[in-house]
Every structure is written in structure tokens, then in C-alpha cells.
């Protein structure tokens, strides 16, 4: 079992609760980006996505790709984004990255394997690539001690959902609506239907994300979920606060969300 | 066939699925709705009853003996009139295709993607035709340069939407279009314009352009009672230039040629020529991108060939030696264009036009005696942006 998933399990076990917080790397800066990260991880963060900027990222909504765009014209490359994750190795962290698939095969999938696993990365992300195509870099990543996290989404079939779990690792990644970053998302009985679909096919922790924007989505989707990733509502704070204000408007919205999710579960 | 599927959707290396989980069911109901189709005598009775009476074919295969006159060598020249498909290109004849697909699939919106405006306004048209919701994608820049496109698509009830990011063209407008689908899917069909994206998009659209080879391929055996030493297209994601080869993939003697766009100082969009493997719109081909595997930014004078990817069967066809790949410049092709226009009274459009600059070279050949040239649309959308040495 990768350490990833260990780490996720165990919280559970405790009877935690996760939230997991996504950050663009490069975004406002990179110095910003690897504090916020940072500052994340000493709240309670146990997991964090770093996010590698991409020209073309279709699974994501204006906020990200704003500050995609951004963080491409600062330089943000994937050599750079892992050498950030290397210095969050002092924190008591998994950073799990997420990063569209050409960055990955530009730099070679062994290669993209090995780096992640020296920079002490935890698990890597691919929007698009989908369970068809993941097989090799699994295995390259896997070798490294890597969890590959898979996607579900309210669309998957049961097929698809079985063949999905079968070789998932670390934790699953749940959709929550059909939609790209930053849309709305799903009402608390839609979330509750679709974890527990998904819980009939894996006992992997499951983290919901996609228009998780503040304590109280956060709080539904944990009521049915074992953890909440959020990311545009963050960046979004980031983007109307370009001066110095970003950075507190930012962990202020981490530290109501890390309230919400201790609230003792009342359903 | 000389292209072998090692596997579903896979032209040697090239191809697969690499999309969102979220679009995954779609794309593979999609298959299985194609896999149908393919064999329902039905569907292929209305395809062709649409393909004679609202497209118009089969378009003619004209010889261009003028244009020949000007030309090195001797070489005949005959020209595939696609540009007199309804709505001025071959797009038409995809779009045809994947309309009854989407009804098949009980779909009543349809989305797509467009550059040079030439599939959004075949998309528009079908959807016209069969009372279906349909908005397009297009780039704010090619909204400029292609402007009488983007009206005749309202003309036919589509709604236009500019794609505001990155470089504003084909190839953003084809990112919002899978942004919208992902939101959409449930009801949603994307019409693909070219032979790129997921499987089963490149074999698809190939499947329904493929008329254009067949027809081209019994024409010229009646009109000169052979097979041509090459047959000749513009490539921009490659659909024309598939739907010509597919006529002749099997004859091994028939070289294929394909043009990109060589474009000028300000840059290209030669996929095939400069590219490397690389992933973008769902499938894995050859692609123009930095050393970090951004997509690099792309130029062309015409809409329809600026774009950084290019076809996974075509990346194949040129890897294994089948296809041959030329360019030819932004100027080159303004060139051909008003030579056509003055020797044959065809204005073509800008993108084919890049094909006709490459007869300059391979006339020369003394083994091309026979082209055949996809001639693949007609340039009236492209009189507001001609410059005025080629129009005056
Ligand atoms: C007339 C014409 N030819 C060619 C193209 C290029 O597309 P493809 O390479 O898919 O044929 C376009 C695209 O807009 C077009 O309008």
C-alpha cells in the first residue's frame, strides 16, 4: 500500500474528516504558492494538490485556467512544480500533483516517475486520462511507490466504475457534477447517492471535488464522503485580492472549511 | 488495409482516448452508435438520400487544364470539387453523418468547434435541417478574419460563442467546445470538425468523408481510365486530406501527398512536418509544443489549418512512410489562390489553397502525370482579409 493511501486510511480510521486543498503552482508566484501549501499542511492538511499549469486545460473552469495562464507566463514548468513539492519535505504533508498528461510524456513517463518519487511527491493526478489509458503510467509510478488517484464521476457507469476501482490507489477522486473546476456542484442527496454507489465497488477513501466553494458544501460533501477538495474557491481569492491580501483571504477560507469539517457530524 | 488498428482507436502508436472520465460513457456510446450505424442499411440509405439532396453529390472531378498550362511537366491536373458541397466545403458531408448519429443516440443539442467557420456553418446547417439546439465555438480572432461565416451561422439559428483564450483560435475554440460537453453530456452531442479528438472521432469522421475518395476514385478511372500517380490535400486537422486517401489507402501506387501551412515570419502550423508526439483533444499524435509539453502557439493565414495538432491516422500514414508531407507558405498560397482564380474561375478557399501552392513542386516530378487535388473549399469567406495585391 502506498503511503498515500496509508496516510487516508488511517484518517479515517481516527474518524477524521479531510480537506484537501488544491493550489496552481506559480500562482501568484511561486514563493506564494509554496507558503499557502505549506501554511496548509500545519492546519491540518495532511493531503494537498499541487496543481502544474498547462496551455490547454479542458477539465477546468475560467478561475484555473486564469491562473494557469498565469503561472505559465511566470515560468511554472513540471521540472519546477516537482521542485516545489521537494521543498515542502519538511512538512508533515502527502502532496499529491495534478497535472495534465503531455508535461508527463514530454518529460518520459519513468522519468516523470522518478522525480516525483525523489521530490517526495505522494500521488499524482491526470484529468485526462482516462482508465483506458492509465495502465503505463501506473506501473511506472507504482515502481516509484506512487499512487496514480483515479477519477469517477456521476456519468460512470457500474462497468466502468468496477474496472475503475479494481486498480485504484491511494484514494478515489469523486466527481461531483458533470462539469469542468469551479462549476456549481451537486446537492447534498445527489452527493450522498453517488458516494454510495461508489462505495458499493471500493472501500478506498473517497474525496469529493468540483464546486466545493465553502464550509458548507464542504461540510455535505463530507457527510457522505471521507474528504473535500477545494481549489477555484481558493484561486478565487487569490485573483480578487492581487495585492497582499490573497494569502490571508486564503487561509481564512481553509480555516472555515477545517472548522466545518470538525463539527461533530450531526446526520 | 495499409493502415492497420492495432487496437480500438490506435493507428499504430497513435491515437486512444485520452478525455475526462466525466465524457468517457459518451465517447464510448458514441463507438458502439457508429459500430451500429456502420452496419444498418437503413442509416446508410438516409446518409446518402442527405448526401444527394441536401449536399448536392457527388461533386465532380473536374480537369483544370489550364492551371496545368502554367504548370512544370506534364501533368494532368483534376480537381475534386468539394468547395461546390452545400455550405462551400467538404465538412458537410461529417457533419451529415454525425447529425444522424446524434439522433440515433436521442440527442437534441449538438455543440462544435470551428476555425476557418467552414464546419460551424455545415454544423449549423444540419442542425437547421433537423430542428436540433446548436452552438458553436469559435475564436475571437478567426470571428474577425472569417467574419461572413459567423453570420451565416446565425443565419441558421446557431448560437456563435467566442472562445476568449489563449491564442483565440481553432484550437481554444476546441478546448471550450469539450469544457461545454463535459457540462452537457447527458443531451449533448459534440460534432467534431476533423479527424482529431477521442476515438472514435478520427475513424468516424474518416468513415464519413471517405465519399470523397470513393467517388473521386471511380471518376478519374472513367475519365482517364487509371489510377493518378498522387492525390494531393491541404492538411489541417486532416479531414479533407483522409476523406481523398481513404480512396486510395489500399492502391499501394498512389502517393499520397499532403500540405500544412508553412506560414511565415510570424510562425507555422506544419504538425506533421515539425511536430512530436504529444497528447491534446483527447488523442495522441504529433504535436507542435515546447520542451515542458505546452502547446506551442501556431500561425497560419488560414483559419482552418492553425492549429498545433493534426489527425492520429495521418501521424501514422507519414511515420510509416505512406504519406508524403510538404508546406507551403502564407504567401504560396495567396499565390494559388489568385491563380486559380484568374486560369480556372474558382476561387478556392485559403486552406485549400495551400494544396494547389504545392503543385508548383510536384509537377516538376516527372512521375506525377495524374493528380488528383482535393479541392476542399470555396474562399468567398476569405474576400474581406485577401490582401490587396491578390485581390485588385
Ligand atoms: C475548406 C477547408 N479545407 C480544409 C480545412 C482543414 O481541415 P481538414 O484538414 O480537417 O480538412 C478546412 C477547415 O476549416 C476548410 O474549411
Given at each position: 500500500m502506498t503511503a498515500l493511501e496509508r496516510a487516508c486510511r488511517d484518517r479515517r480510521q481516527r474518524g477524521e474528516k479531510a480537506l484537501v486543498p488544491f493550489l496552481t503552482a506559480g500562482f501568484p508566484d511561486e514563493r506564494t504558492s509554496l507558503e499557502l501549501l505549506a501554511a496548509c499542511a500545519r492546519r491540518g492538511c495532511e493531503v494537498v494538490e499541487i496543481g502544474v499549469p498547462f496551455s490547454d486545460p479542458v477539465a477546468d473552469g475560467p478561475v484555473i485556467q486564469q491562473a494557469s495562464q498565469a503561472a505559465l507566463a511566470g515560468g511554472m514548468t513540471l521540472r519546477r512544480a516537482l521542485d516545489l513539492v521537494t521543498e515542502l519535505k519538511d512538512e508533515a504533508v502527502q502532496p499529491v500533483m495534478m497535472t495534465y498528461l503531455n508535461p508527463v510524456l514530454r518529460l518520459g513517463l519513468d522519468e516523470f516517475a522518478r522525480r516525483s518519487a525523489r521530490a517526495g511527491c505522494a500521488g499524482v493526478i491526470v484529468p485526462d486520462l482516462s482508465s483506458e489509458e492509465t495502465a503505463p503510467l501506473r506501473d511506472a509510478l507504482s515502481g516509484e511507490g506512487v499512487a496514480l488517484v483515479d477519477l469517477v464521476a456521476p456519468t460512470t457507469t457500474e462497468d466502468r466504475m468496477a474496472?475503475?476501482?479494481?486498480?485504484?490507489?491511494?484514494?478515489?477522486?469523486l466527481v461531483a457534477v458533470a462539469g469542468v473546476t469551479g462549476t456549481t456542484s451537486a446537492n447534498a442527496a445527489d452527493l450522498q447517492s453517488f458516494t454510495d454507489r461508489v462505495r458499493r465497488h471500493t472501500d478506498l477513501p473517497l474525496y469529493v471535488g468540483f464546486g466545493i466553494d465553502g464550509a458548507v458544501k464542504a461540510r455535505e460533501a463530507v457527510q457522505a464522503?471521507?474528504?473535500?477538495?477545494?481549489?477555484?474557491?481558493?484561486?478565487?481569492r487569490l485573483l480578487d485580492n492581487p495585492d497582499s491580501g490573497g494569502v490571508t483571504a486564503v487561509l481564512d477560507l481553509v480555516d472555515e472549511m477545517l472548522a466545518?469539517?470538525?463539527?461533530r457530524t450531526t446526520s | 488495409m495499409s493502415t492497420e488498428i492495432t487496437r480500438a482507436g490506435r493507428f499504430g502508436p497513435f491515437g486512444g482516448q485520452y478525455v475526462p472520465e466525466t465524457l468517457m460513457p459518451a465517447i464510448t456510446e458514441l463507438a458502439a452508435a457508429h459500430i451500429e450505424a456502420l452496419a444498418d442499411p437503413a442509416f446508410a440509405a438516409e446518409l446518402d438520400a442527405l448526401?444527394?439532396?441536401?449536399?448536392?453529390?457527388?461533386?465532380?472531378?473536374?480537369?483544370?487544364?489550364?492551371?496545368?498550362?502554367?504548370?512544370?511537366?506534364?501533368?494532368?491536373?483534376?480537381?475534386?470539387?468539394?468547395d461546390l458541397v452545400h455550405t462551400g466545403a467538404h465538412k458537410l458531408n461529417n457533419c451529415l453523418g454525425q447529425v444522424l448519429l446524434a439522433r440515433r443516440m436521442g440527442k437534441r443539442r449538438i455543440i462544435a468547434e470551428t476555425g476557418a467557420g467552414q464546419h460551424g456553418v455545415a454544423t449549423a446547417a444540419v442542425c437547421a435541417h433537423f430542428g436540433l439546439e446548436c452552438t458553436v465555438y469559435m475564436g475571437e480572432t478567426d470571428m474577425q478574419r472569417q467574419r461572413p461565416n459567423v453570420q451565416r451561422m446565425r443565419l441558421f439559428g446557431a448560437e456563435v460563442r467566442p472562445a476568449l483564450t489563449g491564442s483565440r483560435t481553432l484550437k481554444d475554440a476546441t478546448s471550450e467546445a469539450i469544457r461545454d460537453w463535459v457540462a452537457s453530456v447527458a443531451t449533448t452531442h459534440y460534432i467534431i470538425g476533423s479527424v482529431v479528438g477521442p476515438h472514435p472521432y478520427p475513424s468516424l469522421v474518416a468513415d464519413f468523408q471517405a465519399v470523397i475518395g470513393r467517388e473521386a476514385r471511380e471518376q478519374i478511372f472513367a475519365a482517364a481510365g487509371r489510377l493518378p500517380s498522387h492525390a494531393l490535400a491541404c492538411i489541417g486537422g486532416g479531414s479533407n486530406a483522409m476523406g481523398l486517401f481513404r480512396g486510395f489507402l489500399d492502391d499501394g501506387d498512389v502517393r499520397l501527398v499532403g500540405v500544412e501551412a508553412g506560414g511565415g515570419p510570424e510562425g507555422h502550423a506544419a504538425t506533421l512536418g515539425k511536430g512530436d508526439p504529444g497528447v491534446l483533444h483527447g488523442t495522441l499524435s504529433l504535436l507542435l509544443q515546447d520542451q515542458d509539453g505546452q502547446v506551442a502557439p501556431v500561425h497560419s493565414i488560414s483559419a482552418g489549418l492553425d492549429y498545433p495538432g493534426v489527425g492520429p491516422q495521418l501521424a501514422h500514414l507519414k511515420d510509416s512512410g505512406r504519406l508524403a508531407v510538404a508546406s507551403a507558405t502564407d504567401a504560396e498560397a495567396?499565390?494559388?489562390?489568385?491563380?486559380?482564380?484568374?486560369?480556372?474561375?474558382?476561387?478556392?478557399?485559403?486552406?485549400t489553397a495551400h494544396a494547389l501552392a504545392h503543385l508548383q513542386t510536384l509537377a516538376a516530378d516527372p512521375d506525377a502525370d495524374l493528380i488528383v487535388v482535393n479541392l476542399s473549399g470555396r474562399g468567398d469567406k476569405d474576400l474581406d482579409h485577401l490582401p490587396p495585391e491578390v485581390s485588385a
Open positions: 474496472a475503475i476501482t479494481a486498480t485504484a490507489g491511494g484514494f478515489l477522486y464522503a471521507d474528504g473535500a477538495i477545494v481549489g477555484s474557491a481558493l484561486i478565487r466545518a469539517l470538525s463539527r | 448526401l444527394a439532396d441536401f449536399a448536392g453529390r457527388p461533386t465532380p472531378l473536374y480537369r483544370a487544364r489550364r492551371l496545368e498550362s502554367v504548370l512544370p511537366g506534364e501533368a494532368q491536373v483534376w480537381l475534386k470539387r468539394e495567396l499565390d494559388a489562390l489568385r491563380s486559380l482564380c484568374r486560369l480556372e474561375g474558382i476561387l478556392p478557399a485559403l486552406e
